[in-house]
């Protein structure tokens, strides 16, 4: 069983196709924690009320309130917030280690919250994996060992998942250390483990639930940079749950932000940065580059009569700071290109724009 390899995929925040069919899907999901909870999204006046208000009024808590999204097929996508925000509590309900209040949730077209034990029980062996930020290693098994774990449980041959946990542990950089015990690894290469040991069974979608925030910076970098690459590589389905703007613009094709248990805004870095939907999203992104994040698509314009229209072309995902030096050293206006179709053009003005931090928020 080798990994399931796709074409590779567009850059960290374009969007894809949204004509595909989700592999998860989320409607009106609710989680409220409390005495009689399941009154809340049922009624129209407790639904209503602000956090405080409905716990002083009823003694519950709702985590997650009327949240609705897709998750594409290849897609990394990222649910983002501060502490409490509701965003650990909503990946554990797609997984059903928390029972969802109310709402529909879908895996590849089947309602998981209709699913029996054993039906879920496969799900979790077979259709998707998670990654913790505790990494929960066995701390008498050696590496391979720890990452075969899952395929034992499945009941796979010892032959062949020492096989398969041999092709994951070199897949996550762990060659030469398949013999090493867990308190042999520094915290790094124990989450490498981790995403090991994930991947094995091959699923359809990995979760992760912030599992880089007890890395120190520089390792939590090279973990982030190692998602990258191995979806860059294997082209799985993820969701990652994360506090961090940076990581989220960093790993996410699109970023979902919670705030109090909804939604505030869902999509691409470029939405986030270049149309944010409210103060609370723009206070978030007030400190990005934005020359980092905004895409030529956000801030090319439509040609006029007076301009040249036989510049060089790029496409319209391709971030302004590596368009920069190719659009101030065109001599005419370059073309925003995709699959033939001329979209805008960008000029010296779009770009400095960018640069000196003018561009607006739409």
């Not at 097929?73 to 928390?98: A, H, I, Y």
């Not at 390792?219 to 940079?225: K, L, P, S």
């Not at 999203?281 to 040249?308: E, N, W």
């Amino acid at each position: 069983m080798t990994p399931t390899r796709t074409e590779v995929p567009p850059p960290r925040g374009t969007a894809r196709d949204a004509s595909a069919t989700p592999v998860v899907s989320v409607r009106n999901l609710w989680k409220v924690f409390g005495p009689k909870a399941e009154r809340v999204p049922d009624s129209e006046e407790l639904r209503g009320l602000t956090r405080r208000e409905l716990l002083d009024r009823t003694g519950c808590t709702a985590a997650v309130r009327a949240v609705d999204f897709d998750v594409r097929p290849g897609e990394v996508f990222v649910v983002m917030g501060l502490s409490g925000s509701g965003k650990s509590t909503l990946v554990r309900c797609l997984t059903r280690l928390v029972e969802p209040t109310a709402g529909r949730i879908e895996f590849e077209g089947e309602d998981i919250r209709r699913a029996d034990r054993a039906r879920l029980r496969e799900l979790r062996r077979s259709k998707f994996s998670m990654v913790f930020q505790h990494f929960g290693l066995l701390p008498h098994r050696q590496v391979l060992d720890n990452v075969a774990f899952g395929l034992e449980i499945r009941g796979t041959g010892r032959a062949e998942r020492t096989r398969r946990a041999r092709e994951v542990v070199e897949l996550v950089g762990l060659a030469g250390y398949e013999h090493a015990y867990p308190d042999q690894l520094s915290g790094g290469m124990q989450q490498r483990v981790g995403l090991a040991r994930a991947l094995a069974g091959d699923p359809d979608v990995l979760f992760f639930d912030e599992p880089f925030s007890a890395l120190d910076p520089l390792i939590r970098r090279d973990m982030q940079n190692e998602v990258v690459r191995l979806h860059r590589e294997v082209g799985k389905t993820m969701v990652f749950i994360t506090h961090d703007l940076s990581e989220a613009l960093r790993l996410g094709d699109r970023i979902l932000i919670m705030r109090d248990g909804r939604t505030v805004q869902c999509g691409t870095g470029d939405d986030l940065v270049g149309a944010p939907a409210d103060d609370y999203v723009r206070s978030f992104v007030k400190d990005v580059p934005r020359g980092d994040v905004l895409t030529l698509r956000r801030i090319m314009r439509a040609p006029t009569d007076d301009d040249a229209l036989d510049g060089p072309e790029l496409g319209p995902h391709v971030v302004v700071r590596e368009a920069t030096r190719a659009v101030l050293a065109a001599e005419k206006p370059v073309k925003v290109v995709e699959n033939g179709e001329l979209l805008g053009i960008v000029g010296d003005e779009e770009i400095l724009a960018v640069v000196a931090g003018r561009e607006g928020d739409g």
